[in-house]
């Protein structure tokens, strides 16, 4: 069991630190001619102050933003309208009822693309936070890198417990489990993307049907990556950490029930990819009890070297200070994941936002 702690750390470690490696970063800015910013809110009342102001920063001629304010109960709408006022560089759009069988955000977003005629069109959450030379990065990067398709994981401020174990745990997924070198193969399988940061060429986003196309998915970034490589288009993952930060949630609360809607849905609801995972951070949350119980060099240098794995993780992610809680944080997303499984398998409702799906 020594041994196989010690291989098995050492491969996790080594890994990553490639993988990482073949992250793509950001190129210098060029700023696009012709690009749509769509944003759905709802219930963001939180954050459009600080949306709008990173947003006013970052904005260049060509550029013009959409928001679709979509039935807040709070002041989201009467922030917006006392904000942007007559600013041409802006346009609120009010929701619509959702219809049966469509997700809420997913909805949102085809609303948007509707109305919207510029050639690319920038998907962002109303929680993220960009750099002033943010948009023009990620365009660059998405004429580099040869795709139709682009998304990256930002920062993430995490004030909360949960968050600082569970919010990161995102960023260790995709380092120690997403062939990175092969980010822009065509097979649905390595279909990688977060939706809080998506560009997408319009002709492209188009051919593929859009978010129409995907109108009942809870994890909407993935399954749209998917359409689009299904449809033999490239699609890129980068570092778009630097540029990008998102404060996801501001509770425990917020931090689990949102977590425990989408933990499974993104592995397509199979339970054999799910017991996978939990099998692999089972083994990774057991190490600094092993050692404490059994201690001995190989099991200490495999703990060891899971931390240096993370610390490599944290590195790109810019998430500060919270690589010490890595046994924490496997072990609670074995239980995250080990309860969406169990939901899923009793068939229980998921409500977020006030709305309730099956």
């Not at 060429?201 to 129409?212: C, I, L, N, T, W």
């Not at 070297?305 to 992610?317: P, T």
Request: charged letters at 20%.
């Amino acid at each position: 069991m020594n041994w196989f702690l010690f291989f098995f750390a050492l491969a996790v470690c080594l890994y990553t630190w490639i993988n990482l490696a073949f992250l793509p970063k950001l190129s210098a800015p060029v700023h696009p001619s012709s690009l749509a910013i769509c944003i759905p809110l709802r219930n963001e009342e939180r954050n459009v102050q600080k949306l709008l102001d990173s947003l006013e920063a970052a904005l260049t001629p060509g550029m013009h933003v959409y928001l679709y304010e979509d039935r807040s109960t709070d002041r989201t709408r009467e922030l917006l309208l006392e904000r942007i006022g007559q600013d041409e560089r802006f346009t609120l759009i009010d929701g619509l009822d959702l219809p049966t069988n469509w997700a809420g955000k997913v909805h949102a977003c085809h609303q948007l693309a509707q109305r919207t005629t510029e050639d690319y069109l920038l998907f962002l959450d109303a929680d993220v936070t960009l750099s002033p030379d943010a948009i023009g990065r990620l365009y660059a990067t998405l004429l580099t890198e040869r795709a139709v398709f682009l998304s990256g994981f930002p920062s993430f401020p995490v004030p909360t417990f949960l968050g600082k174990c569970l919010i990161p745990m995102q960023h260790v997924l995709i380092a120690q489990h997403l062939p990175i070198p092969f980010r822009k193969v065509k097979h649905p399988a390595f279909a990688a993307a977060n939706g809080m940061v998506v560009l997408v060429e319009r002709s492209a986003y188009e051919q593929v049907g859009g978010h129409e196309k995907i109108r009942s998915a809870l994890v909407d970034d993935l399954e749209l990556c998917r359409a689009f490589k299904r449809n033999g288009w490239t699609t890129t993952l980068v570092h778009a950490a630097p540029v990008v930060s998102c404060d996801m949630y501001a509770t425990n609360q917020e931090v689990w029930q949102g977590f425990l809607k989408n933990v499974f849905r993104g592995m397509n609801d199979s339970y054999i990819v799910g017991f996978y995972f939990l099998t692999f951070y089972l083994i990774q949350a057991s190490l600094l009890p092993y050692l404490l119980v059994q201690p001995s060099w190989q099991v200490g240098a495999a703990w060891l070297l899971l931390h240096l794995a993370r610390i490599r993780i944290d590195h790109a992610a810019r998430i500060p200070n919270v690589w010490w809680l890595h046994p924490l944080a496997t072990l609670l997303y074995v239980i995250l994941l080990a309860s969406a499984m169990i939901r899923s398998f009793r068939k229980r409702e998921i409500t977020w936002k006030g709305r309730t799906y099956s």
